[in-house]
C-alpha cells in the first residue's frame, strides 16, 4: 500500500520562503507529483520529480530523496496569491493512479 | 482551448435521489478520473477508467457508478446508496491510459454537491 504524510497548515509571512514536507510509503515508486490548489478551485500542477535532487522552476523549487521517501516543496519570494493547499501525490504501481497526500494549507501574511 | 469541462458547479439535490455529475475532456486522454475532497482532506480516487467502455473501482465506490462510452465523456453517478454523498467532485484526466508510464493528470473546475 501507499501511505503519504503532510503538515495540515503552515503560516509564512509575504517576501519569505516556505518549505512543505512530504513523506511517503510506497511498494513502487514512479515519481512524485505536486499539486497547488487554491480553495474551491481545481488542483494544477506545479513539479514532478522522479530522480533524486532539486528541480527548480521559478519561484517553486522541489526536492526528492528516494532513499529517504521524503520530498519538499520550496516557495521564495512568496506573495499573497501563494495562499493555498498544496497537494503532495504518488503514482501506484502501474503508474496511472495517484494517491493524495492530505494537502497542506498554506496562508501568507502580509 | 483544450481541457477539461464539469457541470454543474454547484448542484443541490434531496436525500433519496440519485445525480448525474458530467465530465467531458477535449485533450484526447485516454485515462479518465473521478475524485472526492471532503473539507480539509485530500483527493480520494472514486472510479477510473484507462480505455473506452473499461472502467476499474477506486478506494471508495460504494454508492456511486460510471460509464465510459465515449473517450471524451465520463459521468459520474451518486446514487441514493451513497451514504454521505455532499462534497466536491473532481474530475481528470490524463495520457497514462494502459501504457503504463506516468503522466500528470489534469484536472476540470469540480462540482459541489449539496444532498439535504
Known amino acids: 500500500g501507499q501511505n503519504i504524510d503532510q503538515p495540515t497548515e503552515m503560516t509564512a509571512t509575504e517576501g519569505a520562503i516556505v518549505q512543505i514536507n512530504c513523506t511517503y510509503q510506497?511498494?513502487?515508486?514512479?515519481?512524485l507529483f505536486w499539486y497547488q490548489q487554491h480553495a474551491g478551485e481545481a488542483p494544477t500542477f506545479l513539479s514532478y520529480?522522479?530522480?533524486?535532487g532539486l528541480e527548480e522552476k521559478g519561484r517553486f523549487s522541489s526536492f526528492l530523496s528516494r532513499s529517504k521517501g521524503y520530498s519538499y516543496l520550496l516557495l521564495k519570494e512568496l506573495q499573497m496569491k501563494d495562499s493555498a493547499s498544496y497537494l503532495c501525490?504518488?503514482?501506484?504501481?502501474?503508474?496511472?493512479?495517484?494517491?493524495f497526500g492530505p494537502g497542506t494549507r498554506l496562508s501568507v501574511l502580509p | 482551448d483544450g481541457g477539461i469541462t464539469q457541470s454543474p458547479k454547484y448542484l443541490f439535490r434531496k436525500e433519496g435521489q440519485n445525480v448525474t455529475l458530467s465530465c467531458e475532456q477535449n485533450?484526447?486522454?485516454?485515462?479518465m478520473y473521478w475524485y472526492r475532497q471532503d473539507p480539509g482532506q485530500g483527493l480520494r480516487l472514486i472510479y477510473y477508467?484507462?480505455?473506452?467502455?473499461?472502467?476499474q473501482k477506486g478506494d471508495i465506490a460504494e454508492g456511486y457508478s460510471v460509464s465510459r462510452e465515449k473517450k471524451e465523456s465520463f459521468p459520474l453517478t451518486v446514487t441514493s446508496a451513497q451514504k454521505n454523498p455532499t462534497a466536491f467532485y473532481l474530475c481528470?484526466?490524463?495520457?497514462?491510459?494502459?501504457?503504463?508510464?506516468?503522466?500528470?493528470?489534469?484536472f476540470g473546475p469540480g462540482t459541489r454537491l449539496t444532498v439535504t
Open positions: 477508467s484507462q480505455i473506452v467502455n473499461d472502467f
Open positions: 510506497t511498494s513502487g515508486f514512479n515519481g
Open positions: 485533450l484526447n486522454h485516454d485515462a
Open positions: 501525490a504518488v503514482p501506484n504501481n502501474y503508474g496511472q493512479n495517484f494517491v
Open positions: 481528470a484526466s490524463s495520457n497514462g491510459g494502459l501504457r503504463g508510464e506516468t503522466y500528470e493528470q489534469y
Open positions: 520529480n522522479v530522480l533524486d
